[in-house]
Structure formats: C-alpha cells, structure tokens
C-alpha cells in the first residue's frame, strides 16, 4: 500500500513498503473467477532517494497532512482529499461490502485479506472498525433508508480521517481495492456502482481515471475467465500454450496502465 509515516514534526515514504502492499493490494483485484490471482510484480523502488527526491517526498507529506482540505477551491468545486487515514479507509471498505444489506463469509474473508494487507494491526483494530460500521448501519428506520445511512457512513469516514493516524491510503488505490471487491462476485450490482461512485467525487478523483480503472477490472477478470475456460478445452497443447500466454501479456499491459493510474 502506498502508507504514508509521519515521525515529529516530519514525514519519509516508506519506499519498501509501497512496493509490497502496492503488489499485495493489486493482487487482491482478481479475488473472483475460479481463484485466479493476477501475480504482479514488486514496483519498490531499492535505490537511495537523491537530495531532489527527499524534498519532494517532504512536499507530499506537508500536503498529505490536510487529509480533507479545509476549504473548497476558488471556483467552488470539491476539495481534493490527498489521502485517508487506513482505518477510515477500511471503514470504506466495510460499508462496500455491506451495500447489499448482507456481509457475507466470503465478504469477510475478503474485508480481512485487504485489511491485513492495510495495516499491520488489523487483527487487533477489525473489532473495533466493524462495530463503528454496524452502528452506523443500526440508524436505519426503514429500508428504504438504508442506502442514505450506509453513505452518511462513508462521509463520517472521509471526514473524521485523522492527521495524526499511522498509515494512509491514497484515493486512487482505495477506488482500485473498492472495485476489486465489487466484482470479486462477478456480481457488480447498481448499488456498489453508486455508492463507488459517491466516493469517486469526494474524493475528487477524475471520473475519466474511475471509468477506465472499472474497464480494466471488467477486461482483466474476463481474461481470466477466458484463460480458465481454454485450460477445459481438448485443443493440443501447444495451442492452449500460445493462447495462455497471449491473453497474459495482454493482462501484463492493462496491469502496468493500473499501476500508472494508481502512482499519478
């Protein structure tokens, strides 16, 4: 994950660590279709941070500490949310999961599986972040209430994310974990999509980069349909081979174009 770390009156980048939970969480994008996982590669960067590179790490972090600006812009549009706290992106998370009304055992081996890739702690905060959730959840009157209370939910969330938190999440990586649970069912309901797309302008996160992260989710799951699919088939091997490795070099390419997305 790309975690941010602030020690006194600083902040560094934890270069190691964004490449492993970068990995991990990208990993996640592909819980669905008969188990298959897209194997990705470590994008840390090893080498030493150059004088440019550190004071450009500084710049981020003095931004990253106004997780919601305080103020709107000039010509009255959202503020720009930099990045949010890991519980309250978990928070987020949670609410996702319960948009259909119902968190499912395969849900919650799913909620725990990112959330240990979030935060090192999760065992320990889980309890504590699911019971925020299902409290919040609890001030539903009627059902048809239940859609506007789960996104009041998301705002607290977004809005209470502290600056004195441990670890962060930036916007663009929560939007790709969000959508990995979406369709880890291969059932992307107009719930979901409406409540990802609420986030999506909270946070302020261009509708273009949304549309073409949800593309490439849809196009990725259905390369592994159809790589699962060829495995079934009596064509000669060598045939099976080729194709395989066809379709994952496509699946290589719109992997590398997610990442991009994600570091811009």
């Not at 298959?36 to 990253?64: F, L, N, T």
């Not at 503020?79 to 009304?101: E, F, H, S, W």
């Not at 992307?188 to 261009?206: A, F, S």
């Amino acid at each position: 994950m790309l975690h941010w770390y602030y020690k006194g009156g600083s902040a560094e980048v934890d270069k190691k660590k964004i490449g492993a939970g970068f990995a991990g969480a990208l990993q996640k994008a592909t819980y669905a279709v008969q188990g298959a996982k897209v194997v990705v590669r470590d994008i840390a960067a090893d080498a030493k941070q150059s004088r440019e590179e550190k004071k450009a790490d500084a710049q981020k972090a003095s931004a990253a500490k106004g997780i919601i600006a305080a103020a709107e812009s000039e010509n009255g549009t959202a503020p720009t949310v930099k990045c949010i706290a890991t519980r309250n992106a978990l928070q987020i998370v949670y609410y996702l999961m319960a948009a259909d009304g119902t968190v499912y055992h395969n849900e919650e081996e799913k909620f725990d599986a990112i959330g240990a890739e979030l935060d090192p702690n999760f065992a320990d905060s889980k309890p504590a972040i699911i019971k925020d959730c299902q409290a919040q959840l609890e001030n539903v009157i009627d059902p048809e209430d239940y859609y506007d209370v789960l996104q009041d939910g998301v705002e607290e969330a977004l809005l209470s994310s502290s600056e004195t938190a441990d670890t962060f999440i930036t916007p663009k990586l929560l939007l790709w974990n969000l959508l990995s649970i979406a369709y880890s069912d291969e059932s992307y309901d107009e719930v979901e999509r409406k409540l990802i797309k609420y986030i999506v302008r909270k946070l302020g996160i261009d509708k273009a980069v949304f549309l073409e992260m949800e593309s490439s989710m849809l196009t990725m799951l259905d390369i592994e349909k159809e790589i699962a699919w060829i495995k079934t088939t009596d064509r000669p091997y060598l045939t099976i081979e080729a194709r395989i490795n066809e379709l994952t070099k496509r699946k290589t390419v719109i992997f590398d174009s997610v990442k991009d997305l994600i570091t811009l």
